[in-house]
T-cell receptor
Framework: GAVVSQHPSWVICKSGTSVKIECRSL??????MFWYRQFPKQSLMLMAT?????????EQGVEKDKFLINHASLTLSTLTVTSAHPEDSSFYIC???????????FGPGTRLTVT | DQQVKQNSPSLSVQEGRISILNCDYT??????FLWYKKYPAEGPTFLIS?????DKNEDGRFTVFLNKSAKHLSLHIVPSQPGDSAVYFC???????????????FGQGTILTVHP
């Protein structure tokens, strides 16, 4: 149980375009979903927390207008990187849990490369 | 401000021996601790957790020890197997309620290599 999927697993886009990443909880209803970013050989950096049906809470230093998060249902959250630049290239990972869990279950990640 | 620290970037262990991964934290509000295992280009996999009301939790080959007074926890893997080779992240949560519920703070990770 507690399976989280992400799509796509990797994406290459041109500078200035936008890209959407989907995160789905497959076998449970996720009241909360989290979006992380991981740079090479570094830890996971929390970008934002989203609760179903409400606006995402962004961590300090994360631009909410650049990283748009939507959590429209209990099984789906999306992260849209708008007007992507090469410095946005990274590994983006989502996770999910419910109100009765502390542990988060992670998706497999999405490798974004902006050229 | 690194609230969760894993001071050993890497650890090398012989197959069959014990692996001990360490983690220190500074925030006394943390009351739940977790260990995750991560392979390259994959998401972390939850391994084991411990509440601050306990000092030990065991699950098969994995045991987590918590020393609240020292703000230190450790993950013991015994016996270690080559398939355990991965990056191990320690994470901490400041508990339920409010906007921080479920929010995890991660350490930098320790690369474990288990040699056959």
């Amino acid at each position: 149980g507690a399976v989280v999927s992400q799509h796509p697993s990797w994406v290459i886009c041109k500078s200035g375009t936008s890209v959407k990443i989907e995160c789905r909880s497959l076998d449970f209803q996720a009241t909360t979903m989290f979006w992380y970013r991981q740079f090479p050989k570094q830890s996971l950096m929390l970008m934002a927390t989203s609760n179903e049906g409400s606006k995402a809470t962004y961590e300090q230093g994360v631009e909410k207008d650049k990283f748009l998060i939507n959590h429209a249902s209990l099984t789906l959250s999306t992260l849209t990187v708008t007007s992507a630049h090469p410095e946005d290239s990274s590994f983006y990972i989502c996770s999910a849990n419910t109100r009765v869990m502390v542990e988060q279950y992670f998706g497999p990640g999405t490798r974004l490369t902006v050229t | 401000d690194q609230q969760v620290k894993q001071n050993s970037p890497s650890l090398s262990v012989q197959e069959g021996r014990i692996s001990i991964l360490n983690c220190d934290y500074t925030n006394s509000m943390f009351d739940y601790f977790l260990w995750y295992k991560k392979y390259p280009a994959e998401g972390p996999t939850f391994l084991i957790s411990i509440s601050s009301i306990k000092d030990k939790n065991e699950d098969g080959r994995f045991t987590v020890f918590l020393n609240k007074s020292a703000k230190h926890l450790s993950l013991h893997i015994v016996p270690s197997q080559p398939g355990d080779s991965a990056v191990y992240f320690c994470a901490a949560s400041a508990g339920a309620g409010g906007t921080s519920y479920g929010k995890l703070t991660f350490g930098q990770g320790t690369i474990l290599t288990v040699h056959p």
